[in-house]
């Protein structure tokens, strides 16, 4: 493997000291990119997409020719794993993910399969492998998987929800079935991130959409032990060097100090949350990601750079910052006011690491 | 009017002594009660039932038929204020709140009137009339409004949103055309709550239901600010007794102290927030109403009865708790289990007010 040109993004991560703040963006390869569109377009639909690994690869690979990013991060879907699984996901015209055989009963659980992520998910293997090797370096590649609360929302629902009815009916009226369920998939994420590792992916994040639709004592129970559980599982080190693992959960503002526990490297913070508390909260612990509302970008230039500074002040002097938005950029932000974006932490956030 | 026979709602709420937590329920008078159904399908649809003061006040008791609960709350919408200003709602089936000429311009803002209670807003003021009348004095009723923020959501993305992009491009884009919008909603939530009380509200609750979607520094300045302005212009006494006010931002669990500094009485509390961090983070300001997860009634009564004991417990001994869901009751959940959390509240509760 070619050797790493930029490692402020790990570095970060990992508390370490770093010239500049880094920064990527999550869904950074995506609809506001025309380049994006034209390559989508060219797979069919976003599954195809997602199983081509060099489509993928050259999606993934396009944000970085316009901006300086810190990183990139595979380009792949967080319902993979449910897919393996044999619930057969599909993506309904602007309707969002659907499942043709989502889970009802328990017996439905009892017969899901782990999935071996070289057979049945090898095309994300294979996609990761392909990142690495046009990457040569340039920067690091950042995998990730779906956290088992999050995927067992849309498992249950069969799809995208708001109320989660289905699988709150279950986690009152039927727990045991869930935890089955989150068992199961924590251990498929177990392999599967482990996967992601070994095909080269320097860096793992897990996304815990839905965690704040809990409350904090289902939080604990349903979603962060299972995360917990993952981090236990990993492969830490890889490439002789340390592989740092990213949690995020949307909304799980208020629970900071208890997903730090968890032996992971750094949180990942939607724009709820003040950067200077969570820092002051749990900033001994881990590094943190984040957190700029990605609607900023729908502010002029002077706008965006005026929030920029904001949160690197907030954040304050010191390492175990990377920067990023609270969530994925929005289809409709001008590729512009991105870049702007970028060009302002790395034009602002120097003092800050002296 | 009739002598109050059951104020423990209004004291719980002023932090005064009680011999059992009140409890009632959002949306309690809606469509998981069979009568409730049958009288809007009299009504003809939801927006002829809100204006109709013989039915709204029809479905406003029937809950309390049924249950032993410590309040009524006015059955109405929280969108009639916009419809009162020209935006026309309509409720499309399935799919929620519409506005037929949402805001799109300055001038669209610039034009909004301020309507009057007593004539646009007439048949609110006369439901809440009708249900004084025929509560006799059993419970408090409860008066409410959306809040500036949550209201203007719906105006300018046009209904129900998921990612708020045109309310956020506003606000990010042209902020001083939001705040004008937002001025002349808290200038006419003060009086239409102003209008409830006069006519008979004996307790006011705003409802900030996308205020969660900000950033705190956000929150603060398009959300709180405006609410903390409706606060001061409210009427606060009537018929010689102190009119409690209660604010709720759903998803706002880490702005509470923010809250309490605005001079309400009570912050209403989502789920996802822990009643006992909230005690002791507001606990000597505000007294606080909540927060059981509404999901909870899938359970079973024991299940229910277990959710309820750690609630009360987690709160602890002493005044200042308002029992209620951290959101609406669910459509699906069977009547009988709302009579257990009902009962359940009221049965353990008595410990803790010696």
Wanted: a negative charge.
């Amino acid at each position: 493997m070619s050797e790493l040109k930029n490692d402020r993004y790990l570095r970060a991560l990992l508390r370490q000291p770093v010239d500049v703040t880094p920064v990527w963006m999550m869904r950074q390869a995506g609809r506001y990119l025309p380049e994006y569109k034209a390559t989508r377009a060219e797979a069919g639909d976003f599954m195809a997409l997602c199983r081509n690994a060099d489509l993928a690869c050259e999606v993934t690979l396009q944000p970085l020719r316009r901006f300086p990013l810190d990183a990139a991060i595979l380009f792949s879907d967080i319902l993979t794993v449910p897919d393996a699984m044999g619930l057969g996901l599909w993506f309904e015209q602007g309707e969002g993910p659907r499942f043709a055989r989502p889970i009802q009963h328990r017996r439905d659980v009892e017969q899901l399969p782990i999935p071996d992520p070289e057979q049945e998910l090898g095309y994300v293997m294979n996609a990761v492998r392909a990142i690495r090797q046009r990457l040569q370096g340039a920067v690091p590649l950042i995998g990730f998987s779906g956290s088992p609360w999050t995927l067992a929302t849309y498992m249950v629902e069969g799809g995208s929800s708001k109320a989660f009815n289905k699988i709150k009916q279950m986690l009152y009226a039927e727990p045991e079935t869930l935890h089955l369920l989150l068992d199961k998939l924590a251990d498929s994420v177990v392999l599967y991130l482990n996967g992601q590792i070994r095909a080269g992916a320097q860096a793992v994040m897990l996304f815990d959409t839905w965690g704040g639709a809990l409350t904090g004592a289902d939080y604990r129970e349903f979603s962060l032990h299972y995360m917990h559980k993952i981090v236990d599982g990993l492969l830490r080190e890889q490439e002789g060097r340390r592989v740092p693992v990213t949690l995020f959960t949307k909304g799980g503002g208020q629970w900071l100090e208890a997903m730090a526990a968890t032996g992971c490297d750094a949180l990942g913070l939607d724009w709820s949350t003040d950067i200077a508390d969570a820092r002051r909260r749990v900033g001994d612990k881990v590094a943190l990601q984040g957190n700029m509302d990605p609607s900023v970008l729908y502010g002029s230039p002077a706008r965006i750079e005026r929030e920029v500074a904001t949160i690197l002040d907030a954040f304050g002097p010191g390492e175990g910052h990377v920067f990023n938005l609270g969530h994925g950029i929005h289809q409709e932000v001008p590729p512009a006011h991105a870049g702007h974006f970028v060009a302002a932490v790395h034009r602002l956030s120097p003092s800050y690491h002296r």
